[in-house]
Every structure is written in structure tokens, then in C-alpha cells.
């Protein structure tokens, strides 16, 4: 677009700033623990990028501050892109305002107000000292990319996504147990995306003795991202030591408990907001039938297996009036790759 006016030229470049800022705070398998994802870009009167930053999770330097401290003295007279309204507290770190104020920056915008109220009020901390505050550029995204966070603050649990790979008639393992492939490499690929979106991997005892699967993310080009999520093992049965989720620097959790509810407080607790349930049927037929799952990714693959593991145990229902019948909020044919037919992915709440 072209501009005349200063204002619109700078709102255009905040605008672009605010769109990496937002993609900075989404970088795949950050934050692991209870934090926003939280991105900030430095921006210039020219409109240049000085710096960027974003959260790495809890404990770490915000992100304002993790611009800040790439910016040094290049941050003076500066405007600060934020995804979130800078906090005011001092809670693992300092407080951002002050650190804001300190470097001499001169406007800041951000997304959406901070709704944690132990944080909140850094807009008027901001103005009292003499600093251009501006808020919800872009706010509709950065809440998209923060609702796990945002649905923590107000249920106290974690926000639960059920993943599922079936076949056409919802069999998730052939009557031999194999399941290699079900659904194609563009669905494998976009799951390990959904991967990098969650802080935790969940599985029960089952899946875990009898698929033994590793359940680490990996990007597209197949490398394992730098940043994994916590992976757990729901159940009583005890696991055997060789299995591989028990391997590696961080190995699982194993959570002995039948009971969805209880798990969920205990992840909680320990700081987790977005859960994936991979498996198996057992697993999630106790979260449907608790009421604890929150969303659906399902991707359905053009195969048929007649007898086979069901992706699902039974529900309990009865009669076609108890169906379970989510809402569709996205529906996309997955592009196959060469040589491998189209999956569907649906998306449910
Ligand atoms: C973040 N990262 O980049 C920003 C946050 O856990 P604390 O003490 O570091 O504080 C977390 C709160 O700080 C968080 O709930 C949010 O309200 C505010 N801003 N948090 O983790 C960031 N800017
Ligand atoms: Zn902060």
C-alpha cells in the first residue's frame, strides 16, 4: 500500500511486525510449562527491525526482554511489537514495563491485555511514564495462539485435543495389530505439527507397552525439534524399563491413575495447558465419556480393515439419538504426497 501520512506508514510496518511477532511466540514446542507464548519485535522511526524476541517458557526472560537485551542501546526511542500487553509484575522475572521504560522505548503495541491479573495494569504503568501505549493489533490471532493458555486461566485444567488416524470404518490397527500405514505422510507430517503445539503427549498403559512408540516431534524435514513436549503414560500397569518413552534425557510420566480428572489435575499442577490424547481406544473413550475432551483432530484415511483395533472403546451410547455429534470448524483434504492417496482432516470442537 502506499501512504502519505507518517501514521500509516508506521502502522503498516507495525502491523507486519505484529504478524512475526505472533510467528516468533509460535515457534514449535515453546513454552514448555504454564506461560503465553509471548513474541516482541523492535522496530525503528524508519521502520526497520532492530530486534526480535520471544518466550522460551517458564522461568526464562519475557519476550520483551529477550528483544531488549538483542536491541542493547539500539532500542532507545524504539516501538515495541508485542503479542501480549507488557506484564507489570515481578513474578519469575522482573517486571517489563520497568524494563521497557529502562531502555527508552517510545511506543508500544501489543495484541491482546494481559488477562492474568496477578500480571495485568502495564498499559497504565506504560502511559504514567510517558510511553505511546496501543492495544489489539491483531488481537483475534494472538488469542487463537494463546487459547490453551486462556481456556487454563478460566477452567484450571488443561485444554484436551483427542487426535485420532483411522481407517474409513474407524479402525486404527488391523486385527494383527499393525497399523503402519493408516493414514499418509501429509497426515503424519501435519500430526507432528499438531505435536508442536502442545506441552504434553499423552498415551495410556496400553499404547504405550504394546505400540511402544516414542512419541518425540519431529519438523517436516524430519528432525526432532529442539523444544520437545512432556510425554505421559496414563494408567496402572507397570512399564517395562526397555520401552522407548522411557529412554532419553527427559523420560515420561507415568501417571497412575485411571481416572481423566485426576490426570488432568495432576498435569495441571505441574504446569501443563494443552494436553493430546494419541491413544489408544481405552484412553480416549474415558475422556469422552468424563466430558474432558475439548477438541477433535481426526484424520480419516480412504482404507477399509473390517476387524481391527477401533480407534475408540464403546461410549456407552446406546441408541442413535446419544450419538456424540461435535461441531465441525474445519474440514480440509490433505494434498497426498506422489504415489499416496488424500487423507481428510477434520477439526472438531
Ligand atoms: C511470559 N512471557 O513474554 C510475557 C509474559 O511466570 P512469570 O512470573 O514469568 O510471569 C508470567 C506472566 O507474565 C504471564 O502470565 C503473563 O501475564 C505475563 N507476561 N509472560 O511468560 C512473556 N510477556
Ligand atoms: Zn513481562
Redesign the pocket.
Known sequence: ASHTSDASVTSDVETEGMRRALTL?GTPGV?LG???????VLVDRAGAVIAE???R??????????ALAAAGDRARGATAV?T????D?????GP?TQALTRAGVQRVVYAMA???P???GGRTTLQAAGIEVSGGLLEQQARELNAA?LFGLTHGRPFVTWKLAASLDGRSAAADGTSRWISGAASRRDAHRLRGRVDTILVGTETAVVDDPALTVRDDTGRPLEHQPLRAVMGERELPAGLQLLQGAKPALHLRTRDPGRALAELFDAGRRHVLLEGGPTLAAAFLRAGLVDEIVAYLAPVLLGAGRSAVADLGIGAIGNALRPEVLDATVLAADPGEQPDVRLIMR
Open positions: 511466540a513454552p504454564p506461560n503465553p507464548r509471548v513474541g516482541c524476541g520471544y518466550h517458557g517458564a522461568g526464562t526472560p519475557h519476550a520483551e526482554v529477550d508485542v501480549l500487553e507488557p506484564c509484575h515481578t513474578g519469575r522475572t517489563c494481559d488477562p492474568n496477578v500480571a495485568s493458555w
